[in-house]
Every structure is written in structure tokens, then in C-alpha cells.
């Protein structure tokens, strides 16, 4: 072969194109983000800026919600795409990738066209309190009665300010003002909050996630057990959800349920989520979870665990999914994992507002936020997940608008939102939102832990305690387990514990989300009646009147309990019992119609 030495080079260039090939496909197709770019106040032709991993350079199918986008709707720069959709000729839905028959994660896209901007590094700065705040980007709450989008392009105009958001259904108009520091900003914020038609403005401090590095009270009481979610009857509940809703005798028809989840992302390399990817059909065909999100690079982060508790697979990996755990027998839940953008509170609500225009009956908030200067029951001061006065008001403002509008336009809606975990008071307006908000659409959720009584039934008000780090006081409705597992990337692997009132919050979510797919008619004031009935207790009797800041909810009342005055759950705190919640709502399906 003398000619050998002339196709080395050749042969050489193509084992290292075929080697950087499968280096490239052996990188998982993932959607690692999606958000609304090109003109945001146009809701008629609405563009969406995706980035991705794992593209290879021929074919590429962009599919939402199953269908195809047509190649003309799509531009392709590396791992970068640029989706354009008409509002008019497609629906929000899941969007994912499909290439060479590999599907990536779906992440829902929304047409309901709220949206904020996050600011960049350079566009934010520390102020005296050395909280990181943005510089040229505020949100104006316009009075309900104005048109909010001319309003703010007359104000932008008059300020030499930009319009560059808006969550119009609240009359939320997002501008760019001509600052270059807090000095400036400070002086436009003020002239601009004594506008007639303005009625607050919001400043973004920060992000808004759970910080679930709180202050360690009480270090013995935060070690969880292995059986933590045994003392919300779990395994009962969905037991039981299986054995009624298809029973022979009297079959319950169940009713979708689709639910918002306020995090940034999940990593669909674990275990627990693996079988998540594109439409993830189930091989018997019956209804089945469906979770959708963003890509994460870690397992074991917020948004991961919160979503897990809901939607992780059973016996695979580090967590498990309670309605997950109702396939076969439920309607097919979706569990939508949404954020918006990086911009903070504003950007949950935005996002919260996307969601319940596209259907979403209960959204989980894992989330909140503390005043500068708030002290916990000891009377320390907080230090984490802290805003500044300023900043406080205009989310203060923010929020009323979001539930005054929900209660308007979506009275079935309910938000279920953690207690938090400064060891301070949920209730009270100057030490934290949104867990103060007084309103039957808002549930608030504290963290209880096994106790050291190991020789108590699980209905035993001593089997649990309540978990020192947990908010408390009349504010909370009831309690949930405060501890789970991470994810994991192994199957069969146990993930380290994750602490927390971030993580009762989706043991509420998620049997709320059971109850109201037996019984589409419940509201919210008859959701937690229904939660408060069922409850087990925890704690001792205080008579209505909490001693040391001791009371971890709201007292069991007589109306709670058949009005039976002697009933010894009358004054203790509310603890989740999901087995008997589900069966509550099964017997009101006859007293509700």
C-alpha cells in the first residue's frame, strides 16, 4: 500500500471529527433557559430567546406542546435559538428540542405576555444597608383606573425613561430610567411616586429565593429523622388515593390539576427526573405527572428539591413525588416550574401572573422576604432574606395588587407560601411578606420535625415538634413536615437532607393540588377548612393565647372540631394529616353540590 502515508493525515482528521462528534452527543440535550426578548410590550407577535446544550449542526426540531414550529419560526446560532410565535395562532404550552430522536426537557412558554427584565451586573450597585439594589430599573404600580401602558410611555417620556416591562393585568409598567447611580435613581423614584397616577413604585433588592442557610436556633432540634413525612401520613394518603378514586363500587371522576412552582430550575440529569424529557408518555397510556422547567446543573438546589416533593420518581433516586406517586389512579397533574426572570419579587409575580392566565389553580411560593431590622422570638435581628424599608413598601404594594386581582378575576386560585425561617412572626407586616397577607387565596405553611418521642402514635401531639428555625404565630395555617431528601444524579443514591419551611410548603401544594382534582368546586376558604379539619396536632395547649411565641399556627377552633368544646385538639397548633384531607374531600363532593 505505498500510498498509505498520503490518507494518515486524512484518516487521523476524521477519527478526531468522529471523536469531537461523540464527545458532543454524549452531552445530554437540555434547555438551560427561556425568556421573552425582542419587543416585550408586543403581545401580538411575541419572540422568545432560548439557550441550550448539546445542539449538533444538522436537523433541529422545536416542538410546543408537541407540534412542530415551522423553520421559518426559528433562528439557529449555535446553541442560541430565537422562537418567533403568534398569540394569535398558537397557545402557551410546553416547548422542547428534539434531535436524532433524543428529546430535551419541556419548559413551558407562556403567550399571556408579562414580563420584567432583570438587571445585568454592571446595572446594580450596594446601598447604605449593603443590599445589592438595581439602578436604572423600577416597576410603576399605575392607578387601577388609568390605561397603565399610555400613562407610563407619558411618564417615560417626561422622565427621558424607557418602558421595557409590564404585568399588564396589574397595571405594572417596568422603565429604564436615565440613572447612573442610587443618588439619581433615588431622586427619580421620589419624583415619580408623587405622580397623580402612579400609585407606588417598586425597587428590586437582590434575589428572591429561599435561603435555607438560616439561623440555627436550636441545633439539636434541627437534625431531621428518617420518617419525617410519616408524621403528614404520606404513604397513607397516597395509599388511599389509589385505592378510592378507581374503586368498584363508587369510582371517583378526577379533574386535571395544573400547578405554578416559583423556582428557577430542575436538573433533569437526576435520577428522579430523568423520565421527564419531551412529552414523557407513559406506556400504559393513562393520565401521568408531567413537570416541566428549565435545565439545572446541580440536583440538589431549591428548585430541584420544592419540585421534587411534587413530581420525583419514585425508588430511584434521592426524593419522592407525591402526586407522582397518584399516577394510574389521578387525572395527570403538571407541575410547571417557572421563575420569569432573574429579576427578583417582581419576577414572581410576573410569572405567578403568567401562570394563572394559563390555567394554574394553586402556585407553590417558596419564597419571602424580611424588613431590615425585624428581630426573631429571642429578639435578634435577622439576617438573612432582609430588604430595606424602601424596597419593602413598593412589594408591599405589589402584592395587594397581585391578590386584589386574583380575588377579582381568579377566586379559585390558591397561593400556598412558606412561613419562612427566621425564627420570627409570619403575621406581621414590618417583619416579613408575603406571609402577612390576610386573604382566604393565601395559605401559609410552617415546618414541624420528629421529635425524640419514639414510643407515641403518629396522631400523638408530642410525635412532633416544632422546628425552632420555623416562623410562627395566627398567621400559619398549618404545618407540614419541614425535611426531605435532595436529588440525586445516581439512582438508588440517598441525597442529603434539605431543611426547611420551603419544603413543607409543596407537602401542602401538593395535597391541595389531590383535593381540588377530587373536588374541582372547592375554593380557597373551603381548601383550608378542609386542611384545618383533617389536622392532627402538635405541640401543647395554649388556650388561644401563644406563650414565648411558642404557638407554631393558628389554634384549632370549636367550629374546627364539630363544635365539640371538650375536644382536646381545641387551642394546640394544626398539623397536616393528608390521608384524612383526601378522604374530607371526597365526602364533600356530595355536600359541596
Not at 433588592?205 to 410519616?230: F, I
Amino acid at each position: 500500500m505505498p500510498h498509505l502515508h498520503l490518507l494518515r493525515p486524512a484518516l487521523a482528521g476524521l477519527l478526531l471529527a468522529s471523536a469531537s462528534f461523540t464527545a458532543l452527543a454524549a452531552e445530554p440535550l437540555r434547555l438551560m433557559h427561556l425568556q421573552r426578548c425582542g419587543d416585550l410590550l408586543d403581545n401580538r407577535t411575541q419572540q422568545f430567546c432560548l439557550s441550550a446544550q448539546g445542539v449538533q449542526r444538522d436537523s433541529l426540531r422545536v416542538l410546543l406542546d408537541g407540534q412542530a414550529l415551522p423553520d421559518a419560526a426559528i433562528e439557529r446560532d449555535g446553541q442560541q435559538l430565537r422562537v418567533h410565535l403568534s398569540a394569535t395562532a398558537q397557545q402557551s404550552g410546553p416547548i422542547w428540542l428534539e434531535q436524532h430522536g433524543q428529546p430535551s426537557n419541556p419548559v413551558w412558554l407562556s403567550l399571556k405576555g408579562s414580563h420584567v427584565l432583570a438587571a445585568k451586573p454592571s446595572e446594580v450597585a450596594k446601598n447604605m444597608d449593603g443590599l445589592t439594589t438595581y439602578v436604572d430599573l423600577v416597576s410603576l404600580i399605575i392607578e387601577e383606573d388609568a390605561d397603565g401602558l399610555t400613562v407610563a410611555r407619558q411618564l417615560a417620556q417626561k422622565y427621558h425613561a424607557e418602558v421595557v416591562g409590564a404585568i399588564a393585568p396589574l397595571n405594572v409598567y417596568q422603565l429604564r430610567l436615565p440613572a447612573d447611580n442610587l443618588i439619581e435613581r433615588d431622586a427619580l423614584v421620589l419624583r415619580l411616586g408623587s405622580e397623580v397616577s402612579v400609585d407606588a413604585v417598586v425597587i428590586e433588592e437582590s434575589s428572591a429565593e429561599e435561603n435555607e442557610a438560616t439561623q440555627r436556633v436550636n441545633p439539636p432540634l434541627e437534625a431531621p429523622s428518617g420518617d419525617e413525612w410519616a408524621a403528614n401520613r404520606f404513604l397513607d394518603a397516597v395509599n388511599y388515593y389509589q385505592r378510592r378514586i378507581p374503586s368498584k363500587t363508587s369510582p371517583i371522576v378526577t379533574t386535571p390539576v395544573r400547578i405554578g412552582v416559583i423556582e428557577r430550575d430542575v436538573d433533569f440529569d437526576a435520577a428522579d427526573f430523568q423520565d421527564y424529557l419531551g412529552a414523557a408518555t407513559r406506556a400504559d397510556g393513562k393520565p401521568h405527572t408531567r413537570l416541566y422547567a428549565r435545565d439545572a446543573k446541580r440536583p440538589d438546589g431549591h428548585g430541584s428539591t420544592v419540585a421534587g416533593i411534587l413530581a420525583a420518581r419514585w425508588d430511584t433516586g434521592g426524593n419522592t413525588g407525591f402526586l407522582r406517586g397518584l399516577d394510574g389512579a389521578g387525572p395527570g397533574f403538571e407541575v410547571i416550574v417557572e421563575r420569569n426572570s432573574d429579576a427578583g419579587i417582581t419576577a414572581n409575580i410576573a410569572a405567578s401572573v403568567n401562570l394563572v392566565e394559563d390555567g394554574v389553580r394553586v402556585l407553590n411560593w417558596s419564597w419571602g422576604i424580611h424588613r431590615i431590622g425585624a428581630k426573631n422570638i429571642r429578639g435578634d435581628e435577622i439576617d438573612s432574606l432582609v430588604r430595606s424599608g424602601l424596597a419593602m413598601s413598593g412589594y408591599e404594594e405589589l402584592l395587594e395588587e397581585f391578590f386584589l386581582w386574583l380575588r377579582r378575576e381568579h377566586p379559585e386560585v390558591v397561593v400556598v407560601n412558606s412561613a419562612g425561617n427566621g425564627a420570627s412572626f409570619s403575621g406581621a407586616d414590618e417583619y416579613r411578606l408575603p406571609s402577612s397577607f390576610v386573604t382566604d387565596q393565601l395559605l401559609v405553611v410552617g415546618g414541624h420535625q420528629r421529635s425524640e418521642r419514639q414510643d407515641v402514635a403518629v396522631d400523638d401531639p408530642a410525635y412532633v415538634v416544632k422546628r425552632s428555625s420555623s416562623n410562627s404565630d395566627t398567621r400559619v395555617d398549618i404545618t407540614a413536615a419541614a425535611c426531605a431528601h435532595a436529588s440525586t444524579l445516581r439512582a438508588d443514591e440517598q441525597g442529603a437532607a434539605h431543611c426547611g419551611t420551603s419544603y413543607a410548603t409543596p407537602m401542602v401544594t401538593g395535597i391541595v393540588a389531590g383535593l381540588i382534582s377530587i373536588n374541582p368546586e372547592l375554593h380557597p376558604d373551603q381548601l383550608r377548612m378542609l386542611l384545618r379539619r383533617s389536622a392532627m396536632t402538635l405541640g401543647e395547649e395554649f388556650d388561644f393565647e401563644p406563650t414565648d411565641a411558642e404557638d407554631l399556627t393558628a389554634p384549632i377552633l370549636p367550629s374546627e372540631r364539630n363544635f365539640d368544646l371538650n375536644n382536646p385538639d381545641i387551642g394546640r397548633s394544626a398539623r397536616l394529616d393528608m390521608q384524612k384531607a383526601l378522604d374530607l374531600a371526597v365526602k364533600s363532593r356530595d355536600r359541596v353540590r
